[in-house]
């Protein structure tokens, strides 16, 4: 039994939702709903004009052999606003203030709702960055890779600290922690990426930035290129250097470890959203 175009609409929206950033033939539609394929053509059309209007997503269009439809999540400024400021608020709610000044992010990492639209804002800056994989190391950036991965729909590479048997193969390299000055080890398998990939690097904390440095020495080892870094937030005594690829939501501006007081602002994560919605307005 053929559906009605209502009901199409309902289940291929469904279908785009829960597959961003990946190319979708019309004929997987035509052959699903048993439908001629400009029936379909009109389908996407009214939802690509719904997406719009809604600021859900755009829905770009291929032609050709190989051509079909893909949906690209946005998220505007007001909305990202809202995302980052609720970040702050949860960050700012409690006594978060640690030993050796990190933060307690724990709940907020474990927060699937908040990570997810934490994941958007990340994902939306780097979407045109042709990602083929989002690498982070364990344990407290797992949560934030996987928020930014399903968002871009690339997969989720971890790096280790310890060589495990199940790894395989692997390339370990040493680096120097930025906040605790201790030589310390990295190890990421063979197989996990390959030659000339474009890499998303992500962190839930920076501090003395010697994890990141450390990531990007691994990844020079694998002959990957690092299209972007990002992590949630940022310490104001950082020694890392900040480009123009790198992301931070909130930064960390004043703290006492005595008092357990301290200051969080918002980082460049809107700025760069910014900059980039309105490239694509032009």
Do not use: W
Request: aromatic share 8%; with cysteine; net charge neutral.
């Amino acid at each position: 039994m053929k559906l009605k175009r209502s009901e199409r609409i309902v289940l291929m929206t469904e279908y785009l939702l829960k597959n961003p950033n990946k190319l979708i033939p019309l004929t997987y539609f035509v052959s699903k709903f048993n439908q001629a394929k400009s029936s379909i053509s009109e389908d996407i059309h009214i939802i690509k004009d719904s997406f719009k209007e809604e600021c859900i997503g755009t829905i770009k269009t291929l032609s050709g052999v190989n051509g079909g439809v893909v949906f690209y999540p946005i998220l505007n400024n007001t909305a990202a606003r809202e995302v980052v400021d609720e970040f702050l608020d949860n960050l700012k709610s409690t006594d978060r203030l640690l030993a050796g000044g990190y933060i307690y992010m724990s709940d907020i990492i474990g927060n699937p709702s908040l990570m997810n639209k934490l994941g958007l804002l990340i994902a939306n800056i780097y979407q045109d960055k042709e990602v083929d994989a989002v690498v982070t190391v364990a344990s407290k950036g797992i949560p934030v890779a996987y928020a930014v991965a399903s968002v871009l729909n690339r997969p989720v590479v971890i790096i280790r600290r310890d060589n495990k048997v199940t790894e395989g193969t692997t390339v370990a390299i040493n680096f120097v922690s930025g906040s605790r000055k201790k030589i310390e080890t990295m190890v990421l398998s063979k197989r996990s990426l390959e030659s000339s990939s474009k890499v998303l690097l992500v962190d839930d904390f920076l501090r003395g930035g010697g994890v990141m440095k450390g990531m990007q020495s691994l990844m020079k080892e694998f002959d990957v290129d690092v299209v972007g870094k990002a992590v949630l937030t940022q310490c104001f005594d950082s020694e890392y250097d900040i480009d123009e690829n790198y992301t931070y939501l909130s930064r960390l501006t004043k703290l006492n470890e005595f008092t357990g007081e301290f200051e969080i602002e918002s980082g460049n994560a809107l700025q760069q959203l910014n900059e980039k919605n309105k490239n694509i307005e032009r």
